[in-house]
């Protein structure tokens, strides 16, 4: 429980003032209640210094968020909690904009409302000008301290950073809630772009070590030579060039967070000496026969497979089992459904602010592009199409035909195979999405496709035509299946080994992709594939 604090409450509505003084009075918060956004400057202008500012977005004299923003403008906005009876997410964002670390649906339930200001009281005030993104990497890949995020910590559609609320981010944001409290090792893996550092960051503000120092380090960005004086530190004349003593990346994280990105691309040796100190706890600079301990917790990430990395030798196996205590797995963008437009609209605003356009959303057609195309490149990708449509061009609304290269071709669209379920983990969980966006494609298909009943358009990545695929002919109706043939059944385990085999198949050797549509984690395919079969 936070200490007592100072709170401004701005509620036109007598009844629901009452309410919220009855909640928080409980907790010993000394409150002050106002109805208007001008009685609200007032007291904030002539008052003591207040702690968190409770505010209902529909006021008589004003919107609430204009309110917000001008006091943020003005230096003057305490953490703010936002009250709306408008549940959109448009509004959240907007009120998240403007200033709000955390926005509540009215009505709101006591619990509810007293456990979002403990939470928000719990954060740091946060630098506004820190919310544009992660912190900058140097020539050597090392991130200082990473300067608090005004981003607002957690919200219905935002999560320290993140900006989602599908199934797949609320699975992660309950994994990093979790793990973050304990001094345990944690092991991000993900596609290239879909927020690790982010997560790595997430897990740290949300720890006890949120007062500590953040340091990233990007062992792909690190020559081999120099990555042991990085982590580890050297001593001055330890190698030609080592003019002074340099700390080394582990005592700079002292107290706080070591984040190792891309951990895959560390060379064995150092691997022997990460193990070694993640054993011990001592460091011992390059050059010096000290050891020194240090306090640091470790969080890694790698966008390979490990599993597959430790099978082919590149990755050490005890190495990886002392890292992998916790295992978080972001999701890529095109498993995320409408997380998609929501991060979309959210960057067209600040971009469209920072580039000083007007753009004020997405056509319905674009929408859908962003919706169904696959994102390769995740969320990254995605933020660098929003730049380039805010950038070279003007107006209202972004249309299909402003988007870049290959969102604005057709042919990017691998159409969906309709009828048939077996296709699912070739056509991938957009396929019903295309189908409802683009029903021109369920139209019954002409040429050399029509025995496949898919659409006569290319397939991505199959050539012109849509290419050959091998598949069997649908199974024929037999009647009732308890008068088959007995010998027709197989052991389960068969039938497991077969369907697994046939998932990795289909995705062209790709485990990780395969277990996910077998809904099944990797190191399941990997022990069974290793386990010997029963005789």
Same mark, same amino acid.
């Given at each position: 429980?936070?200490?007592?604090?100072?709170?401004?409450?701005?509620?036109?509505?007598?009844?629901?003032?009452?309410?919220?003084?009855?909640?928080?009075?409980?907790?010993?918060?000394? %409150? $002050?209640?106002?109805?208007?956004?001008? &009685? @609200?400057?007032?007291?904030?202008?002539? +008052?003591?210094?207040?702690? *968190? /500012? #409770?505010?209902?977005?529909?006021?008589?004299?004003?919107?609430?968020?204009?309110?917000?923003?001008?006091?943020?403008?003005?230096?003057?906005?305490?953490?703010?909690?936002? %009250? $709306?009876?408008?549940?959109?997410?448009? &509004? @959240?964002?907007?009120?998240?904009?403007? +200033?709000?670390?955390?926005? *509540? /649906? #009215?009505?709101?339930?006591?619990?509810?409302?007293?456990?979002?200001?403990?939470?928000?009281?719990?954060?740091?005030?946060?630098?506004?000008?820190?919310?544009?993104?992660?912190?900058?990497?140097?020539?050597?890949?090392? &991130? @200082?301290?990473?300067?608090?995020?005004?981003?607002?910590?957690?919200?219905?559609?935002?999560?320290?950073?993140?900006?989602?609320?599908?199934?797949?981010?609320?699975?992660?944001?309950?994994?990093?809630?979790?793990?973050?409290?304990?001094?345990?090792?944690?092991?991000?893996?993900?596609?290239?772009?879909?927020?690790?550092?982010?997560?790595?960051?997430?897990?740290?503000?949300?720890?006890?070590?949120?007062?500590?120092?953040?340091?990233?380090?990007?062992?792909?960005?690190?020559?081999?030579?120099?990555?042991?004086?990085?982590?580890?530190?050297?001593?001055?004349?330890?190698?030609?060039?080592?003019?002074?003593?340099?700390?080394?990346?582990?005592?700079?994280?002292?107290?706080?967070?070591?984040?190792?990105?891309?951990?895959?691309?560390?060379?064995?040796?150092?691997?022997?000496?990460?193990?070694?100190?993640?054993?011990?706890?001592?460091?011992?600079?390059?050059?010096?026969?000290?050891?020194?301990?240090?306090?640091?917790?470790?969080?890694?990430?790698?966008?390979?497979?490990?599993?597959?990395?430790?099978?082919?030798?590149?990755?050490?196996?005890?190495?990886?089992?002392?890292?992998?205590?916790?295992?978080?797995?972001?999701?890529?963008?095109?498993?995320?459904?409408?997380?998609?437009?929501?991060?979309?609209?959210?960057?067209?605003?600040?971009?469209?602010?920072?580039?000083?356009?007007?753009?004020?959303?997405?056509?319905?057609?674009?929408?859908?592009?962003?919706?169904?195309?696959?994102?390769?490149?995740?969320?990254?990708?995605?933020?660098?199409?929003?730049?380039?449509?805010?950038?070279?061009?003007?107006?209202?609304?972004?249309?299909?035909?402003?988007?870049?290269?290959?969102?604005?071709?057709?042919?990017?669209?691998?159409?969906?195979?309709?009828?048939?379920?077996?296709?699912?983990?070739?056509?991938?969980?957009?396929?019903?999405?295309?189908?409802?966006?683009?029903?021109?494609?369920?139209?019954?298909?002409?040429?050399?496709?029509?025995?496949?009943?898919?659409?006569?358009?290319?397939?991505?990545?199959?050539?012109?035509?849509?290419?050959?695929?091998?598949?069997?002919?649908?199974?024929?109706?037999?009647?009732?299946?308890?008068?088959?043939?007995?010998?027709?059944?197989?052991?389960?385990?068969?039938?497991?080994?077969?369907?697994?085999?046939?998932?990795?198949?289909?995705?062209?050797?790709?485990?990780?992709?395969?277990?996910?549509?077998?809904?099944?984690?990797?190191?399941?395919?990997?022990?069974?594939?290793?386990?010997?079969?029963?005789?």
């Amino acid at each position: 429980m936070t200490s007592p604090a100072r709170i401004l409450i701005v509620e036109p509505a007598p009844s629901l003032s009452l309410a919220y003084v009855t909640a928080l009075k409980r907790d010993g918060h000394d %409150l $002050t209640i106002v109805d208007t956004a001008a &009685a @609200a400057r007032r007291g904030l202008a002539s +008052g003591g210094p207040i702690d *968190l /500012l #409770l505010i209902n977005l529909q006021l008589s004299d004003g919107g609430g968020i204009d309110l917000l923003r001008e006091l943020t403008m003005n230096g003057m906005a305490p953490r703010a909690i936002a %009250l $709306t009876a408008q549940g959109s997410v448009q &509004a @959240a964002v907007e009120a998240m904009r403007a +200033g709000a670390a955390d926005v *509540l /649906l #009215l009505p709101v339930g006591t619990d509810r409302l007293r456990g979002a200001v403990t939470a928000v009281l719990a954060q740091p005030v946060a630098s506004r000008e820190a919310a544009a993104g992660a912190p900058g990497k140097g020539a050597k890949g090392r &991130a @200082a301290k990473a300067p608090a995020m005004a981003e607002p910590a957690i919200t219905e559609y935002s999560f320290y950073g993140f900006i989602g609320a599908s199934p797949p981010m609320k699975a992660a944001y309950r994994l990093i809630e979790a793990a973050a409290p304990s001094k345990a090792t944690v092991f991000i893996t993900g596609e290239s772009g879909t927020g690790k550092e982010v997560c790595a960051e997430a897990i740290h503000r949300r720890s006890p070590r949120s007062d500590g120092p953040f340091i990233a380090i990007n062992c792909a960005a690190i020559p081999k030579d120099l990555m042991e004086s990085e982590i580890f530190g050297h001593v001055k004349g330890a190698f030609t060039g080592a003019s002074t003593d340099h700390a080394g990346a582990t005592l700079q994280a002292d107290g706080g967070t070591l984040f190792l990105d891309e951990i895959g691309e560390m060379d064995l040796s150092l691997q022997a000496k990460l193990l070694r100190f993640l054993q011990t706890g001592m460091v011992k600079k390059v050059g010096s026969e000290k050891l020194e301990p240090v306090d640091v917790r470790i969080v890694c990430a790698t966008n390979r497979d490990p599993y597959a990395e430790v099978q082919a030798g590149r990755f050490r196996e005890d190495l990886f089992y002392r890292l992998q205590v916790i295992s978080i797995e972001l999701p890529p963008l095109r498993e995320r459904g409408d997380d998609i437009l929501l991060i979309a609209r959210y960057f067209l605003e600040k971009y469209g602010k920072e580039e000083r356009k007007a753009f004020k959303g997405f056509s319905i057609e674009a929408e859908r592009i962003l919706q169904t195309y696959a994102w390769p490149g995740n969320v990254r990708q995605l933020l660098n199409v929003v730049r380039n449509v805010v950038v070279l061009n003007d107006g209202d609304e972004i249309k299909p035909f402003m988007l870049p290269p290959p969102l604005n071709k057709p042919t990017m669209i691998v159409p969906p195979i309709l009828q048939d379920p077996r296709w699912a983990a070739v056509a991938g969980p957009l396929a019903s999405q295309i189908g409802q966006s683009f029903p021109s494609l369920a139209a019954p298909p002409t040429g050399p496709m029509a025995g496949l009943g898919i659409p006569g358009v290319p397939i991505a990545g199959l050539g012109a035509g849509g290419g050959s695929l091998p598949v069997p002919s649908p199974p024929q109706s037999t009647g009732d299946v308890w008068q088959e043939d007995e010998r027709r059944i197989r052991p389960l385990w068969q039938v497991e080994e077969e369907a697994i085999d046939e998932a990795i198949r289909l995705c062209h050797g790709n485990i990780t992709r395969a277990a996910a549509l077998l809904e099944i984690n990797p190191c399941t395919i990997y022990r069974r594939r290793q386990k010997k079969r029963p005789g």
